[in-house]
């Protein structure tokens, strides 16, 4: 999983051509999804409306087990854009896995730090964003004084540690899935057809629990959104 990735240079910045391509893949793909499963709305809802339907539905309870009230309804679009999009960046490596030589094209966006990380400061800027909105600047600050003026830098290390654990706990299940799936697949495709006989039954094992994985992940994620949203639009609880 330490494979090369090619880059290019615009502007004076780094682009990570893999990563793009990648997130690229997935957003094409959330976009197929939804746009198919929405065809054909009716009152009385059948097929992919259906499941359309419930994806909502179990995304908008997500952010309701955390954020109270209606303030939940305001944020249940961005759960749901982010979950489809991490539930699939999750499993992109898994089955769609592009090397050219010694580089790398294709491969899940979520196991580099630097799209995860991209995701967690998305969530906890939007999150003190909307504290900020519901409750006002000055109820903002005061809430990093509280419960003494003293806790002052500890409150700034928690939102910093939320931000880090955020983002590096999709990267790390994620990127240690597909390397031993490599490590696996790196047996499957050796000459000695004995190690075929036996890695190959696991690598379908291993697969399919890294489907499982990126679920669970995705969920996580929008979980933990979910909750730092509340605890900015509601910091006395």
């Not at 790196?186 to 036996?198: F, H, K």
Request: glycine share 8%.
């Amino acid at each position: 999983m330490n494979d090369p990735v090619p880059t290019v240079k615009f502007l004076g910045l780094t682009f990570n051509v893999a990563n793009d391509l990648s997130v690229l893949i997935t957003c094409l793909i959330v976009f197929v999804v939804v746009f198919a499963l929405s065809r054909h709305i009716a009152m009385k809802p059948k097929g992919g409306q259906n499941v359309l339907e419930w994806l909502v539905e179990f995304t908008n309870g997500i952010v309701k087990g955390s954020i109270k009230g209606n303030d939940a309804s305001h944020f249940g679009l961005y759960a749901f854009t982010l979950f489809l999009f991490i539930f699939v960046a999750n499993q992109i490596g898994l089955f769609i896995h592009i090397q050219v030589g010694e580089y790398t094209y294709v491969k899940s966006p979520t196991a580099d730090p630097v799209v995860t990380l991209t995701l967690s400061l998305m969530t906890i800027a939007l999150a003190h964003y909307a504290g900020i909105a519901k409750n006002g600047a000055k109820a903002y600050f005061k809430g990093y004084l509280a419960p003494f003026t003293l806790f002052l830098p500890l409150n700034i290390f928690e939102q910093f540690t939320n931000f880090l654990t955020l983002g590096l706990r999709l990267f790390g299940n994620i990127f240690a899935g597909e390397m031993l799936l490599t490590l696996i697949s790196g047996l499957t495709s050796s000459d000695n057809w004995i190690s075929y006989i036996y890695s190959f039954p696991v690598e379908l094992a291993w697969q399919g629990f890294s489907v499982f994985i990126g679920s669970v992940q995705a969920f996580v994620f929008v979980t933990l959104t979910s909750v730092y949203i509340s605890q900015q639009l509601s910091p006395e609880e």
